[in-house]
């Protein structure tokens, strides 16, 4: 069942229905970025995914694995997404991605992502 949680989050992720996101968070969700900055409440975690969803507004992610012991699962898999939706030759993003979950009663607790951001800044470098 928590495997089942983790795809339906990342659906909701890549349907950026920040409303069905939130249904499957916990009231004290924690979302921690690659860079180890948190950010807990489903509430705040609603703006701040509609923020990220304005700025990157093909973002996806796919997960191809999960691994899971307990309520603790590990992801695996892609994350993809250009800055305001402007492909070019130098933001083309597709990277590989993990993320750290932790779900509590069929509802994500712990949002951890990891990802290579050395590899995005520099694919993603734009000429603003």
């Known amino acids: 069942m928590n495997k089942k949680t983790v795809?339906?989050?990342a659906n909701a992720?890549?349907?950026?229905?920040?409303?069905?996101?939130?249904?499957?968070?916990?009231?004290?969700?924690k979302f921690i970025d690659a860079h180890g900055n948190e950010v807990v409440g489903k509430n705040?975690?609603?703006?701040d995914?509609?923020?990220?969803?304005?700025?990157?507004?093909d973002y996806k992610i796919e997960i191809t694995k999960i691994v899971a012991n307990?309520?603790?699962l590990g992801a695996f898999g892609f994350e993809s997404g250009t800055f305001k939706g402007r492909q070019t030759d130098n933001n083309a993003s597709s990277?590989?991605?993990s993320w750290k979950v932790i779900v509590d009663n069929n509802k994500i607790k712990l949002w951890q992502v990891y990802e290579d951001t050395k590899i995005q800044s520099e694919t993603n470098k734009l000429s603003l």
Do not use: Q, V
């Open 7 to 9: 795809y339906e989050f």
């Open 13 to 29: 992720i890549n349907e950026h229905s920040t409303d069905k996101m939130c249904s499957l968070m916990t009231d004290d969700h």
């Open 44 to 47: 705040k975690m609603k703006i």
């Open 49 to 57: 995914w509609k923020g990220y969803f304005l700025r990157f507004p």
């Open 70 to 72: 307990g309520d603790f």
């Open 95 to 97: 990277c590989p991605a």
